[in-house]
């Protein structure tokens, strides 16, 4: 089992690292040899609630003794060819361009007087060429340090790396030190004895959205607000009904034809009275809402329609925002009732996509982002209300934000594992279910819109 | 040719084949109001099954193409000449792309949907031959 240290979220510029990418880099800076190893990230970029995010999209593994070499001062170092292969590919396809090597040690990092020396050297020339931020990054297994240009000639370091895997890994040159003073609510006692007090202070620091505030949504905002999250961002442009009272928390008959999203800030309210939350009465495909997802560090999707679920996956996998979906489904035909499914699915950048699942049908997304009346009228055999009760809501509620809490404070046995959760309540069963990835995705293989954040699509070589 | 704002590339290259098929003075665009856009392509034949003998082709390239399927389609009021109704796949609607007159609603899914061969304009076309055809 590995032991993380967990470090809140850091203000400043960060590197995103999808799950995938970071096993083949670590494989290939740390096989055991304890030598020196060098690649280059290409990377997208976007404004995050923090900073600039790089957001990494692609390894080059540089070659040991061929791309990678003892230079003339002794310390290894990127050849000139492997070097200006990848500044013309940022260049070209408008990417940061991140060199990366490592160091020994563990968990504290830092650049080598020679290692800056290079970087003075080195990197005004590199930013003219590509136009492009660059990012040198040291890594040991459990520690990050970056050195981050831009083309204006501005130069910053770089506050952390993200890697949103099973665990939501965040390394920094050094442990985050414990607050001398306790800085957490006395209420949090019971939970800190669990997530700790940097467990607890990366709660407070997060901004987490929940799409949908029907059954599954509404109770997963209440727990991630009792848990100490600081920043809700809840999205539901529906009404409560008079069918919705039993399900949902909190609600009373005077909530009926107010928005849900009224209903969940109240709850959440009551929950922590200092949380700040973001209410949006909207559908998830006005631009500015997709904006404030993209400002989120997680994700939890509890609406059933296909815009919702595309534009969740489209954040997650070109953004590289980690998602939970969570739903019940209740099969009722002719009065008998089927095989009952309290579903979580964990969306991991690269690695679940909504897409590759077949969770997503094109007509019915085509239906989804008409206008409401023509949305209305393309629907020509009118649906039945769903089955739904409280309890299967609960079920699903909580295994979604069970492996949040989990993920956040990085106490998952297993930094990679990324199997959603199926529930069987009938036949009592529970079973692990693994996503599929296509290699022609247009979201989540490596050369379409994965991880390119705010870069236009125009500019995609490939397509 | 109505003038349109920014779009995103994927339907901007959707608006530049219809306009090089129906011609650019057929192809009217207005935007949808979420990033998309209604487009209506005007003065088309429908072949000896209706009274009238031409009408408009309209439908909504939306925000989410070319991952969601143009659907559904509609044209113009039409009455068949051999006096029966339409059949199951087209009711008559009001459309938000042309709030102020009758239309036909045609329901034709892409099933197995590729982006790449089930295009806007590829998909007008078929509707047009089913249309004529039915
Ligand atoms: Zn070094
Ligand atoms: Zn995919």
């Known amino acids: ?463 | 040719m109505t003038t349109h704002p920014a779009t995103t590339a994927p339907i901007a290259t959707a608006l530049t084949e219809l306009r090089a098929h129906f011609g650019a003075d057929a192809v009217t665009i207005t935007p949808d109001g979420s990033g998309g856009v209604y487009v209506v392509i005007s003065d088309l034949p429908v072949g000896p099954a209706y009274t009238q003998a031409r009408t408009w082709l309209g439908f909504q390239i939306s925000a989410a193409h070319p991952d969601a399927d143009i659907y559904p389609h509609y044209t113009g009021a039409l009455t068949r000449t051999d006096g029966q109704p339409h059949g199951q796949a087209i009711q008559h609607v009001t459309w938000q792309g042309r709030p102020g007159e009758q239309a036909l609603q045609i329901s034709r899914r892409s099933n197995h949907r590729d982006p790449a061969v089930d295009t806007p304009i590829n998909k007008a076309v078929r509707i047009l031959a089913w249309l004529t055809t039915q």
């Open chain 1, 1 to 463: 089992m590995a032991h993380h240290a967990v470090n809140p979220p850091a203000t400043g510029a960060s590197l995103t690292i999808p799950a995938r990418l970071w096993q083949q880099l670590h494989a290939h800076l740390f096989p055991g040899d304890h030598a020196a190893h060098g690649a280059v990230l290409l990377a997208g970029w976007t404004d995050g609630p923090r900073g600039l995010r790089l957001l990494a999209r692609e390894l080059i593994p540089a070659r040991d003794h061929i791309d990678y070499q003892p230079g003339t001062t002794g310390y290894h170092a990127l050849s000139a060819a492997f070097v200006r292969d990848n500044i013309l590919r940022a260049r070209d396809e408008h990417l940061a361009y991140i060199p990366v090597h490592n160091h020994g040690g563990t968990t504290r990092v830092q650049f080598s007087p020679t290692d800056l020396a290079s970087h003075e050297r080195g990197y005004p020339t590199l930013t003219q060429i590509s136009d492009t931020p660059i990012c040198g990054l040291v890594l040991t297994p459990q520690a990050a340090a970056g050195d981050l240009w831009h083309p204006d000639g501005t130069r910053t370091d770089l506050a952390e790396v993200v890697i949103p895997a099973n665990n939501l890994l965040r390394l920094r040159p050094q442990p985050t030190a414990p607050s001398a003073s306790d800085t957490s609510h006395a209420s949090y006692d019971r939970q800190v004895r669990i997530f700790g007090d940097l467990g607890q202070r990366t709660f407070q620091a997060m901004r987490v959205a929940v799409i949908g505030l029907g059954g599954v949504g509404n109770l997963i905002t209440e727990y991630l607000a009792r848990l100490g999250i600081g920043h809700l961002i809840l999205v539901d442009d529906d009404l409560v009904d008079e069918t919705n009272l039993p399900r949902l928390s909190g609600a009373t008959a005077s909530d009926v034809g107010h928005p849900k999203t009224a209903l969940a800030s109240r709850l959440a309210r009551q929950a922590q009275p200092t949380i700040t939350i973001t209410s949006l009465t909207e559908r998830v495909e006005q631009t500015h809402v997709q904006a404030e997802l993209r400002q989120c560090d997680w994700l939890f999707l509890a609406a059933d329609g296909a815009a919702a679920r595309h534009f969740t996956n489209a954040a997650v996998q070109q953004y590289l925002i980690p998602a939970t979906q969570a739903g019940v489904k209740i099969p009722v035909r002719d009065g008998t009732v089927g095989q009952i499914h309290a579903v979580t699915r964990l969306l991991l950048p690269g690695t679940g996509c909504l897409w590759c699942d077949g969770l997503i049908n094109p007509t019915d997304l085509a239906i989804d982002m008409h206008a409401p009346a023509d949305r209305a009228a393309a629907h020509y055999v009118p649906g039945t209300p769903a089955a739904s009760v409280l309890p299967l809501n609960a079920l699903a509620a909580a295994e979604a934000v069970s492996h949040f809490m989990h993920a956040v404070s990085c106490l998952h046995d297993d930094d990679l594992d990324h199997a959603g959760v199926l529930h069987r309540p009938r036949t009592r069963t529970r079973d692990l279910i693994n996503s599929r990835t296509h290699p022609d995705c247009r979201w989540c293989a490596p050369q379409k819109q994965f991880a390119l954040g705010d870069r236009p699509t125009t500019n995609v070589a490939s397509s």
